[in-house]
């Protein structure tokens, strides 16, 4: 069977909160907002800029609750400034039949606090 590869679950337009080179790498997201987009400890996300255009991937870590932290640690943090505003995706694999109907886990928190509305 054909399997193809759909969004699964997207965090539109946070803010940047935080970038740090010197942490191991990965983006750091308030727990509050993984749990609203379906997106788990350590789950391949890719990364939007919408401020400087930049396109990257890295894995998920949950960040404190209620917080609003979005920090982009390790390498990433080359790729954004405090303040950007990102978008946040995952991708997965479904039977071809199965993803006509799918429905992904779209949340679209205030970009100003990244707090669910």
């Given amino acids: 069977m054909m399997q193809v590869e759909v969004l699964k679950s997207k965090i539109h337009r946070v803010s940047v909160t935080e970038a740090r080179l010197d942490y191991i790498g990965s983006i750091t997201i308030d727990e509050d907002l993984m ?4 997106i788990i400890r350590g789950e391949h996300v890719y990364i939007v800029d919408n ?3 930049e396109r990257f991937e890295t894995y998920a870590i ?3 609750r209620g917080s609003g932290v979005i ?4 390498a990433a943090a080359r790729k954004v400034q405090p303040g950007d505003v990102i978008i946040i995706m995952a991708y997965g694999s479904l039977p071809i039949d199965e993803a006509r ?3 992904p886990n779209v949340i679209f928190p205030d970009t100003a606090t990244n707090r669910l509305v």
């Avoid at 749990?35 to 379906?38: E, G, L, T, V």
């Avoid at 920090?71 to 390790?74: Q, R, S, V, Y």
């Fill in 101 to 103: 109907d799918f429905k």
């Fill in 62 to 64: 949950p960040g404190e």
């Fill in 51 to 53: 401020n400087n255009g």
């Fill in 71 to 74: 920090c982009l640690n390790g």
């Fill in 35 to 38: 749990d609203a987009a379906n």
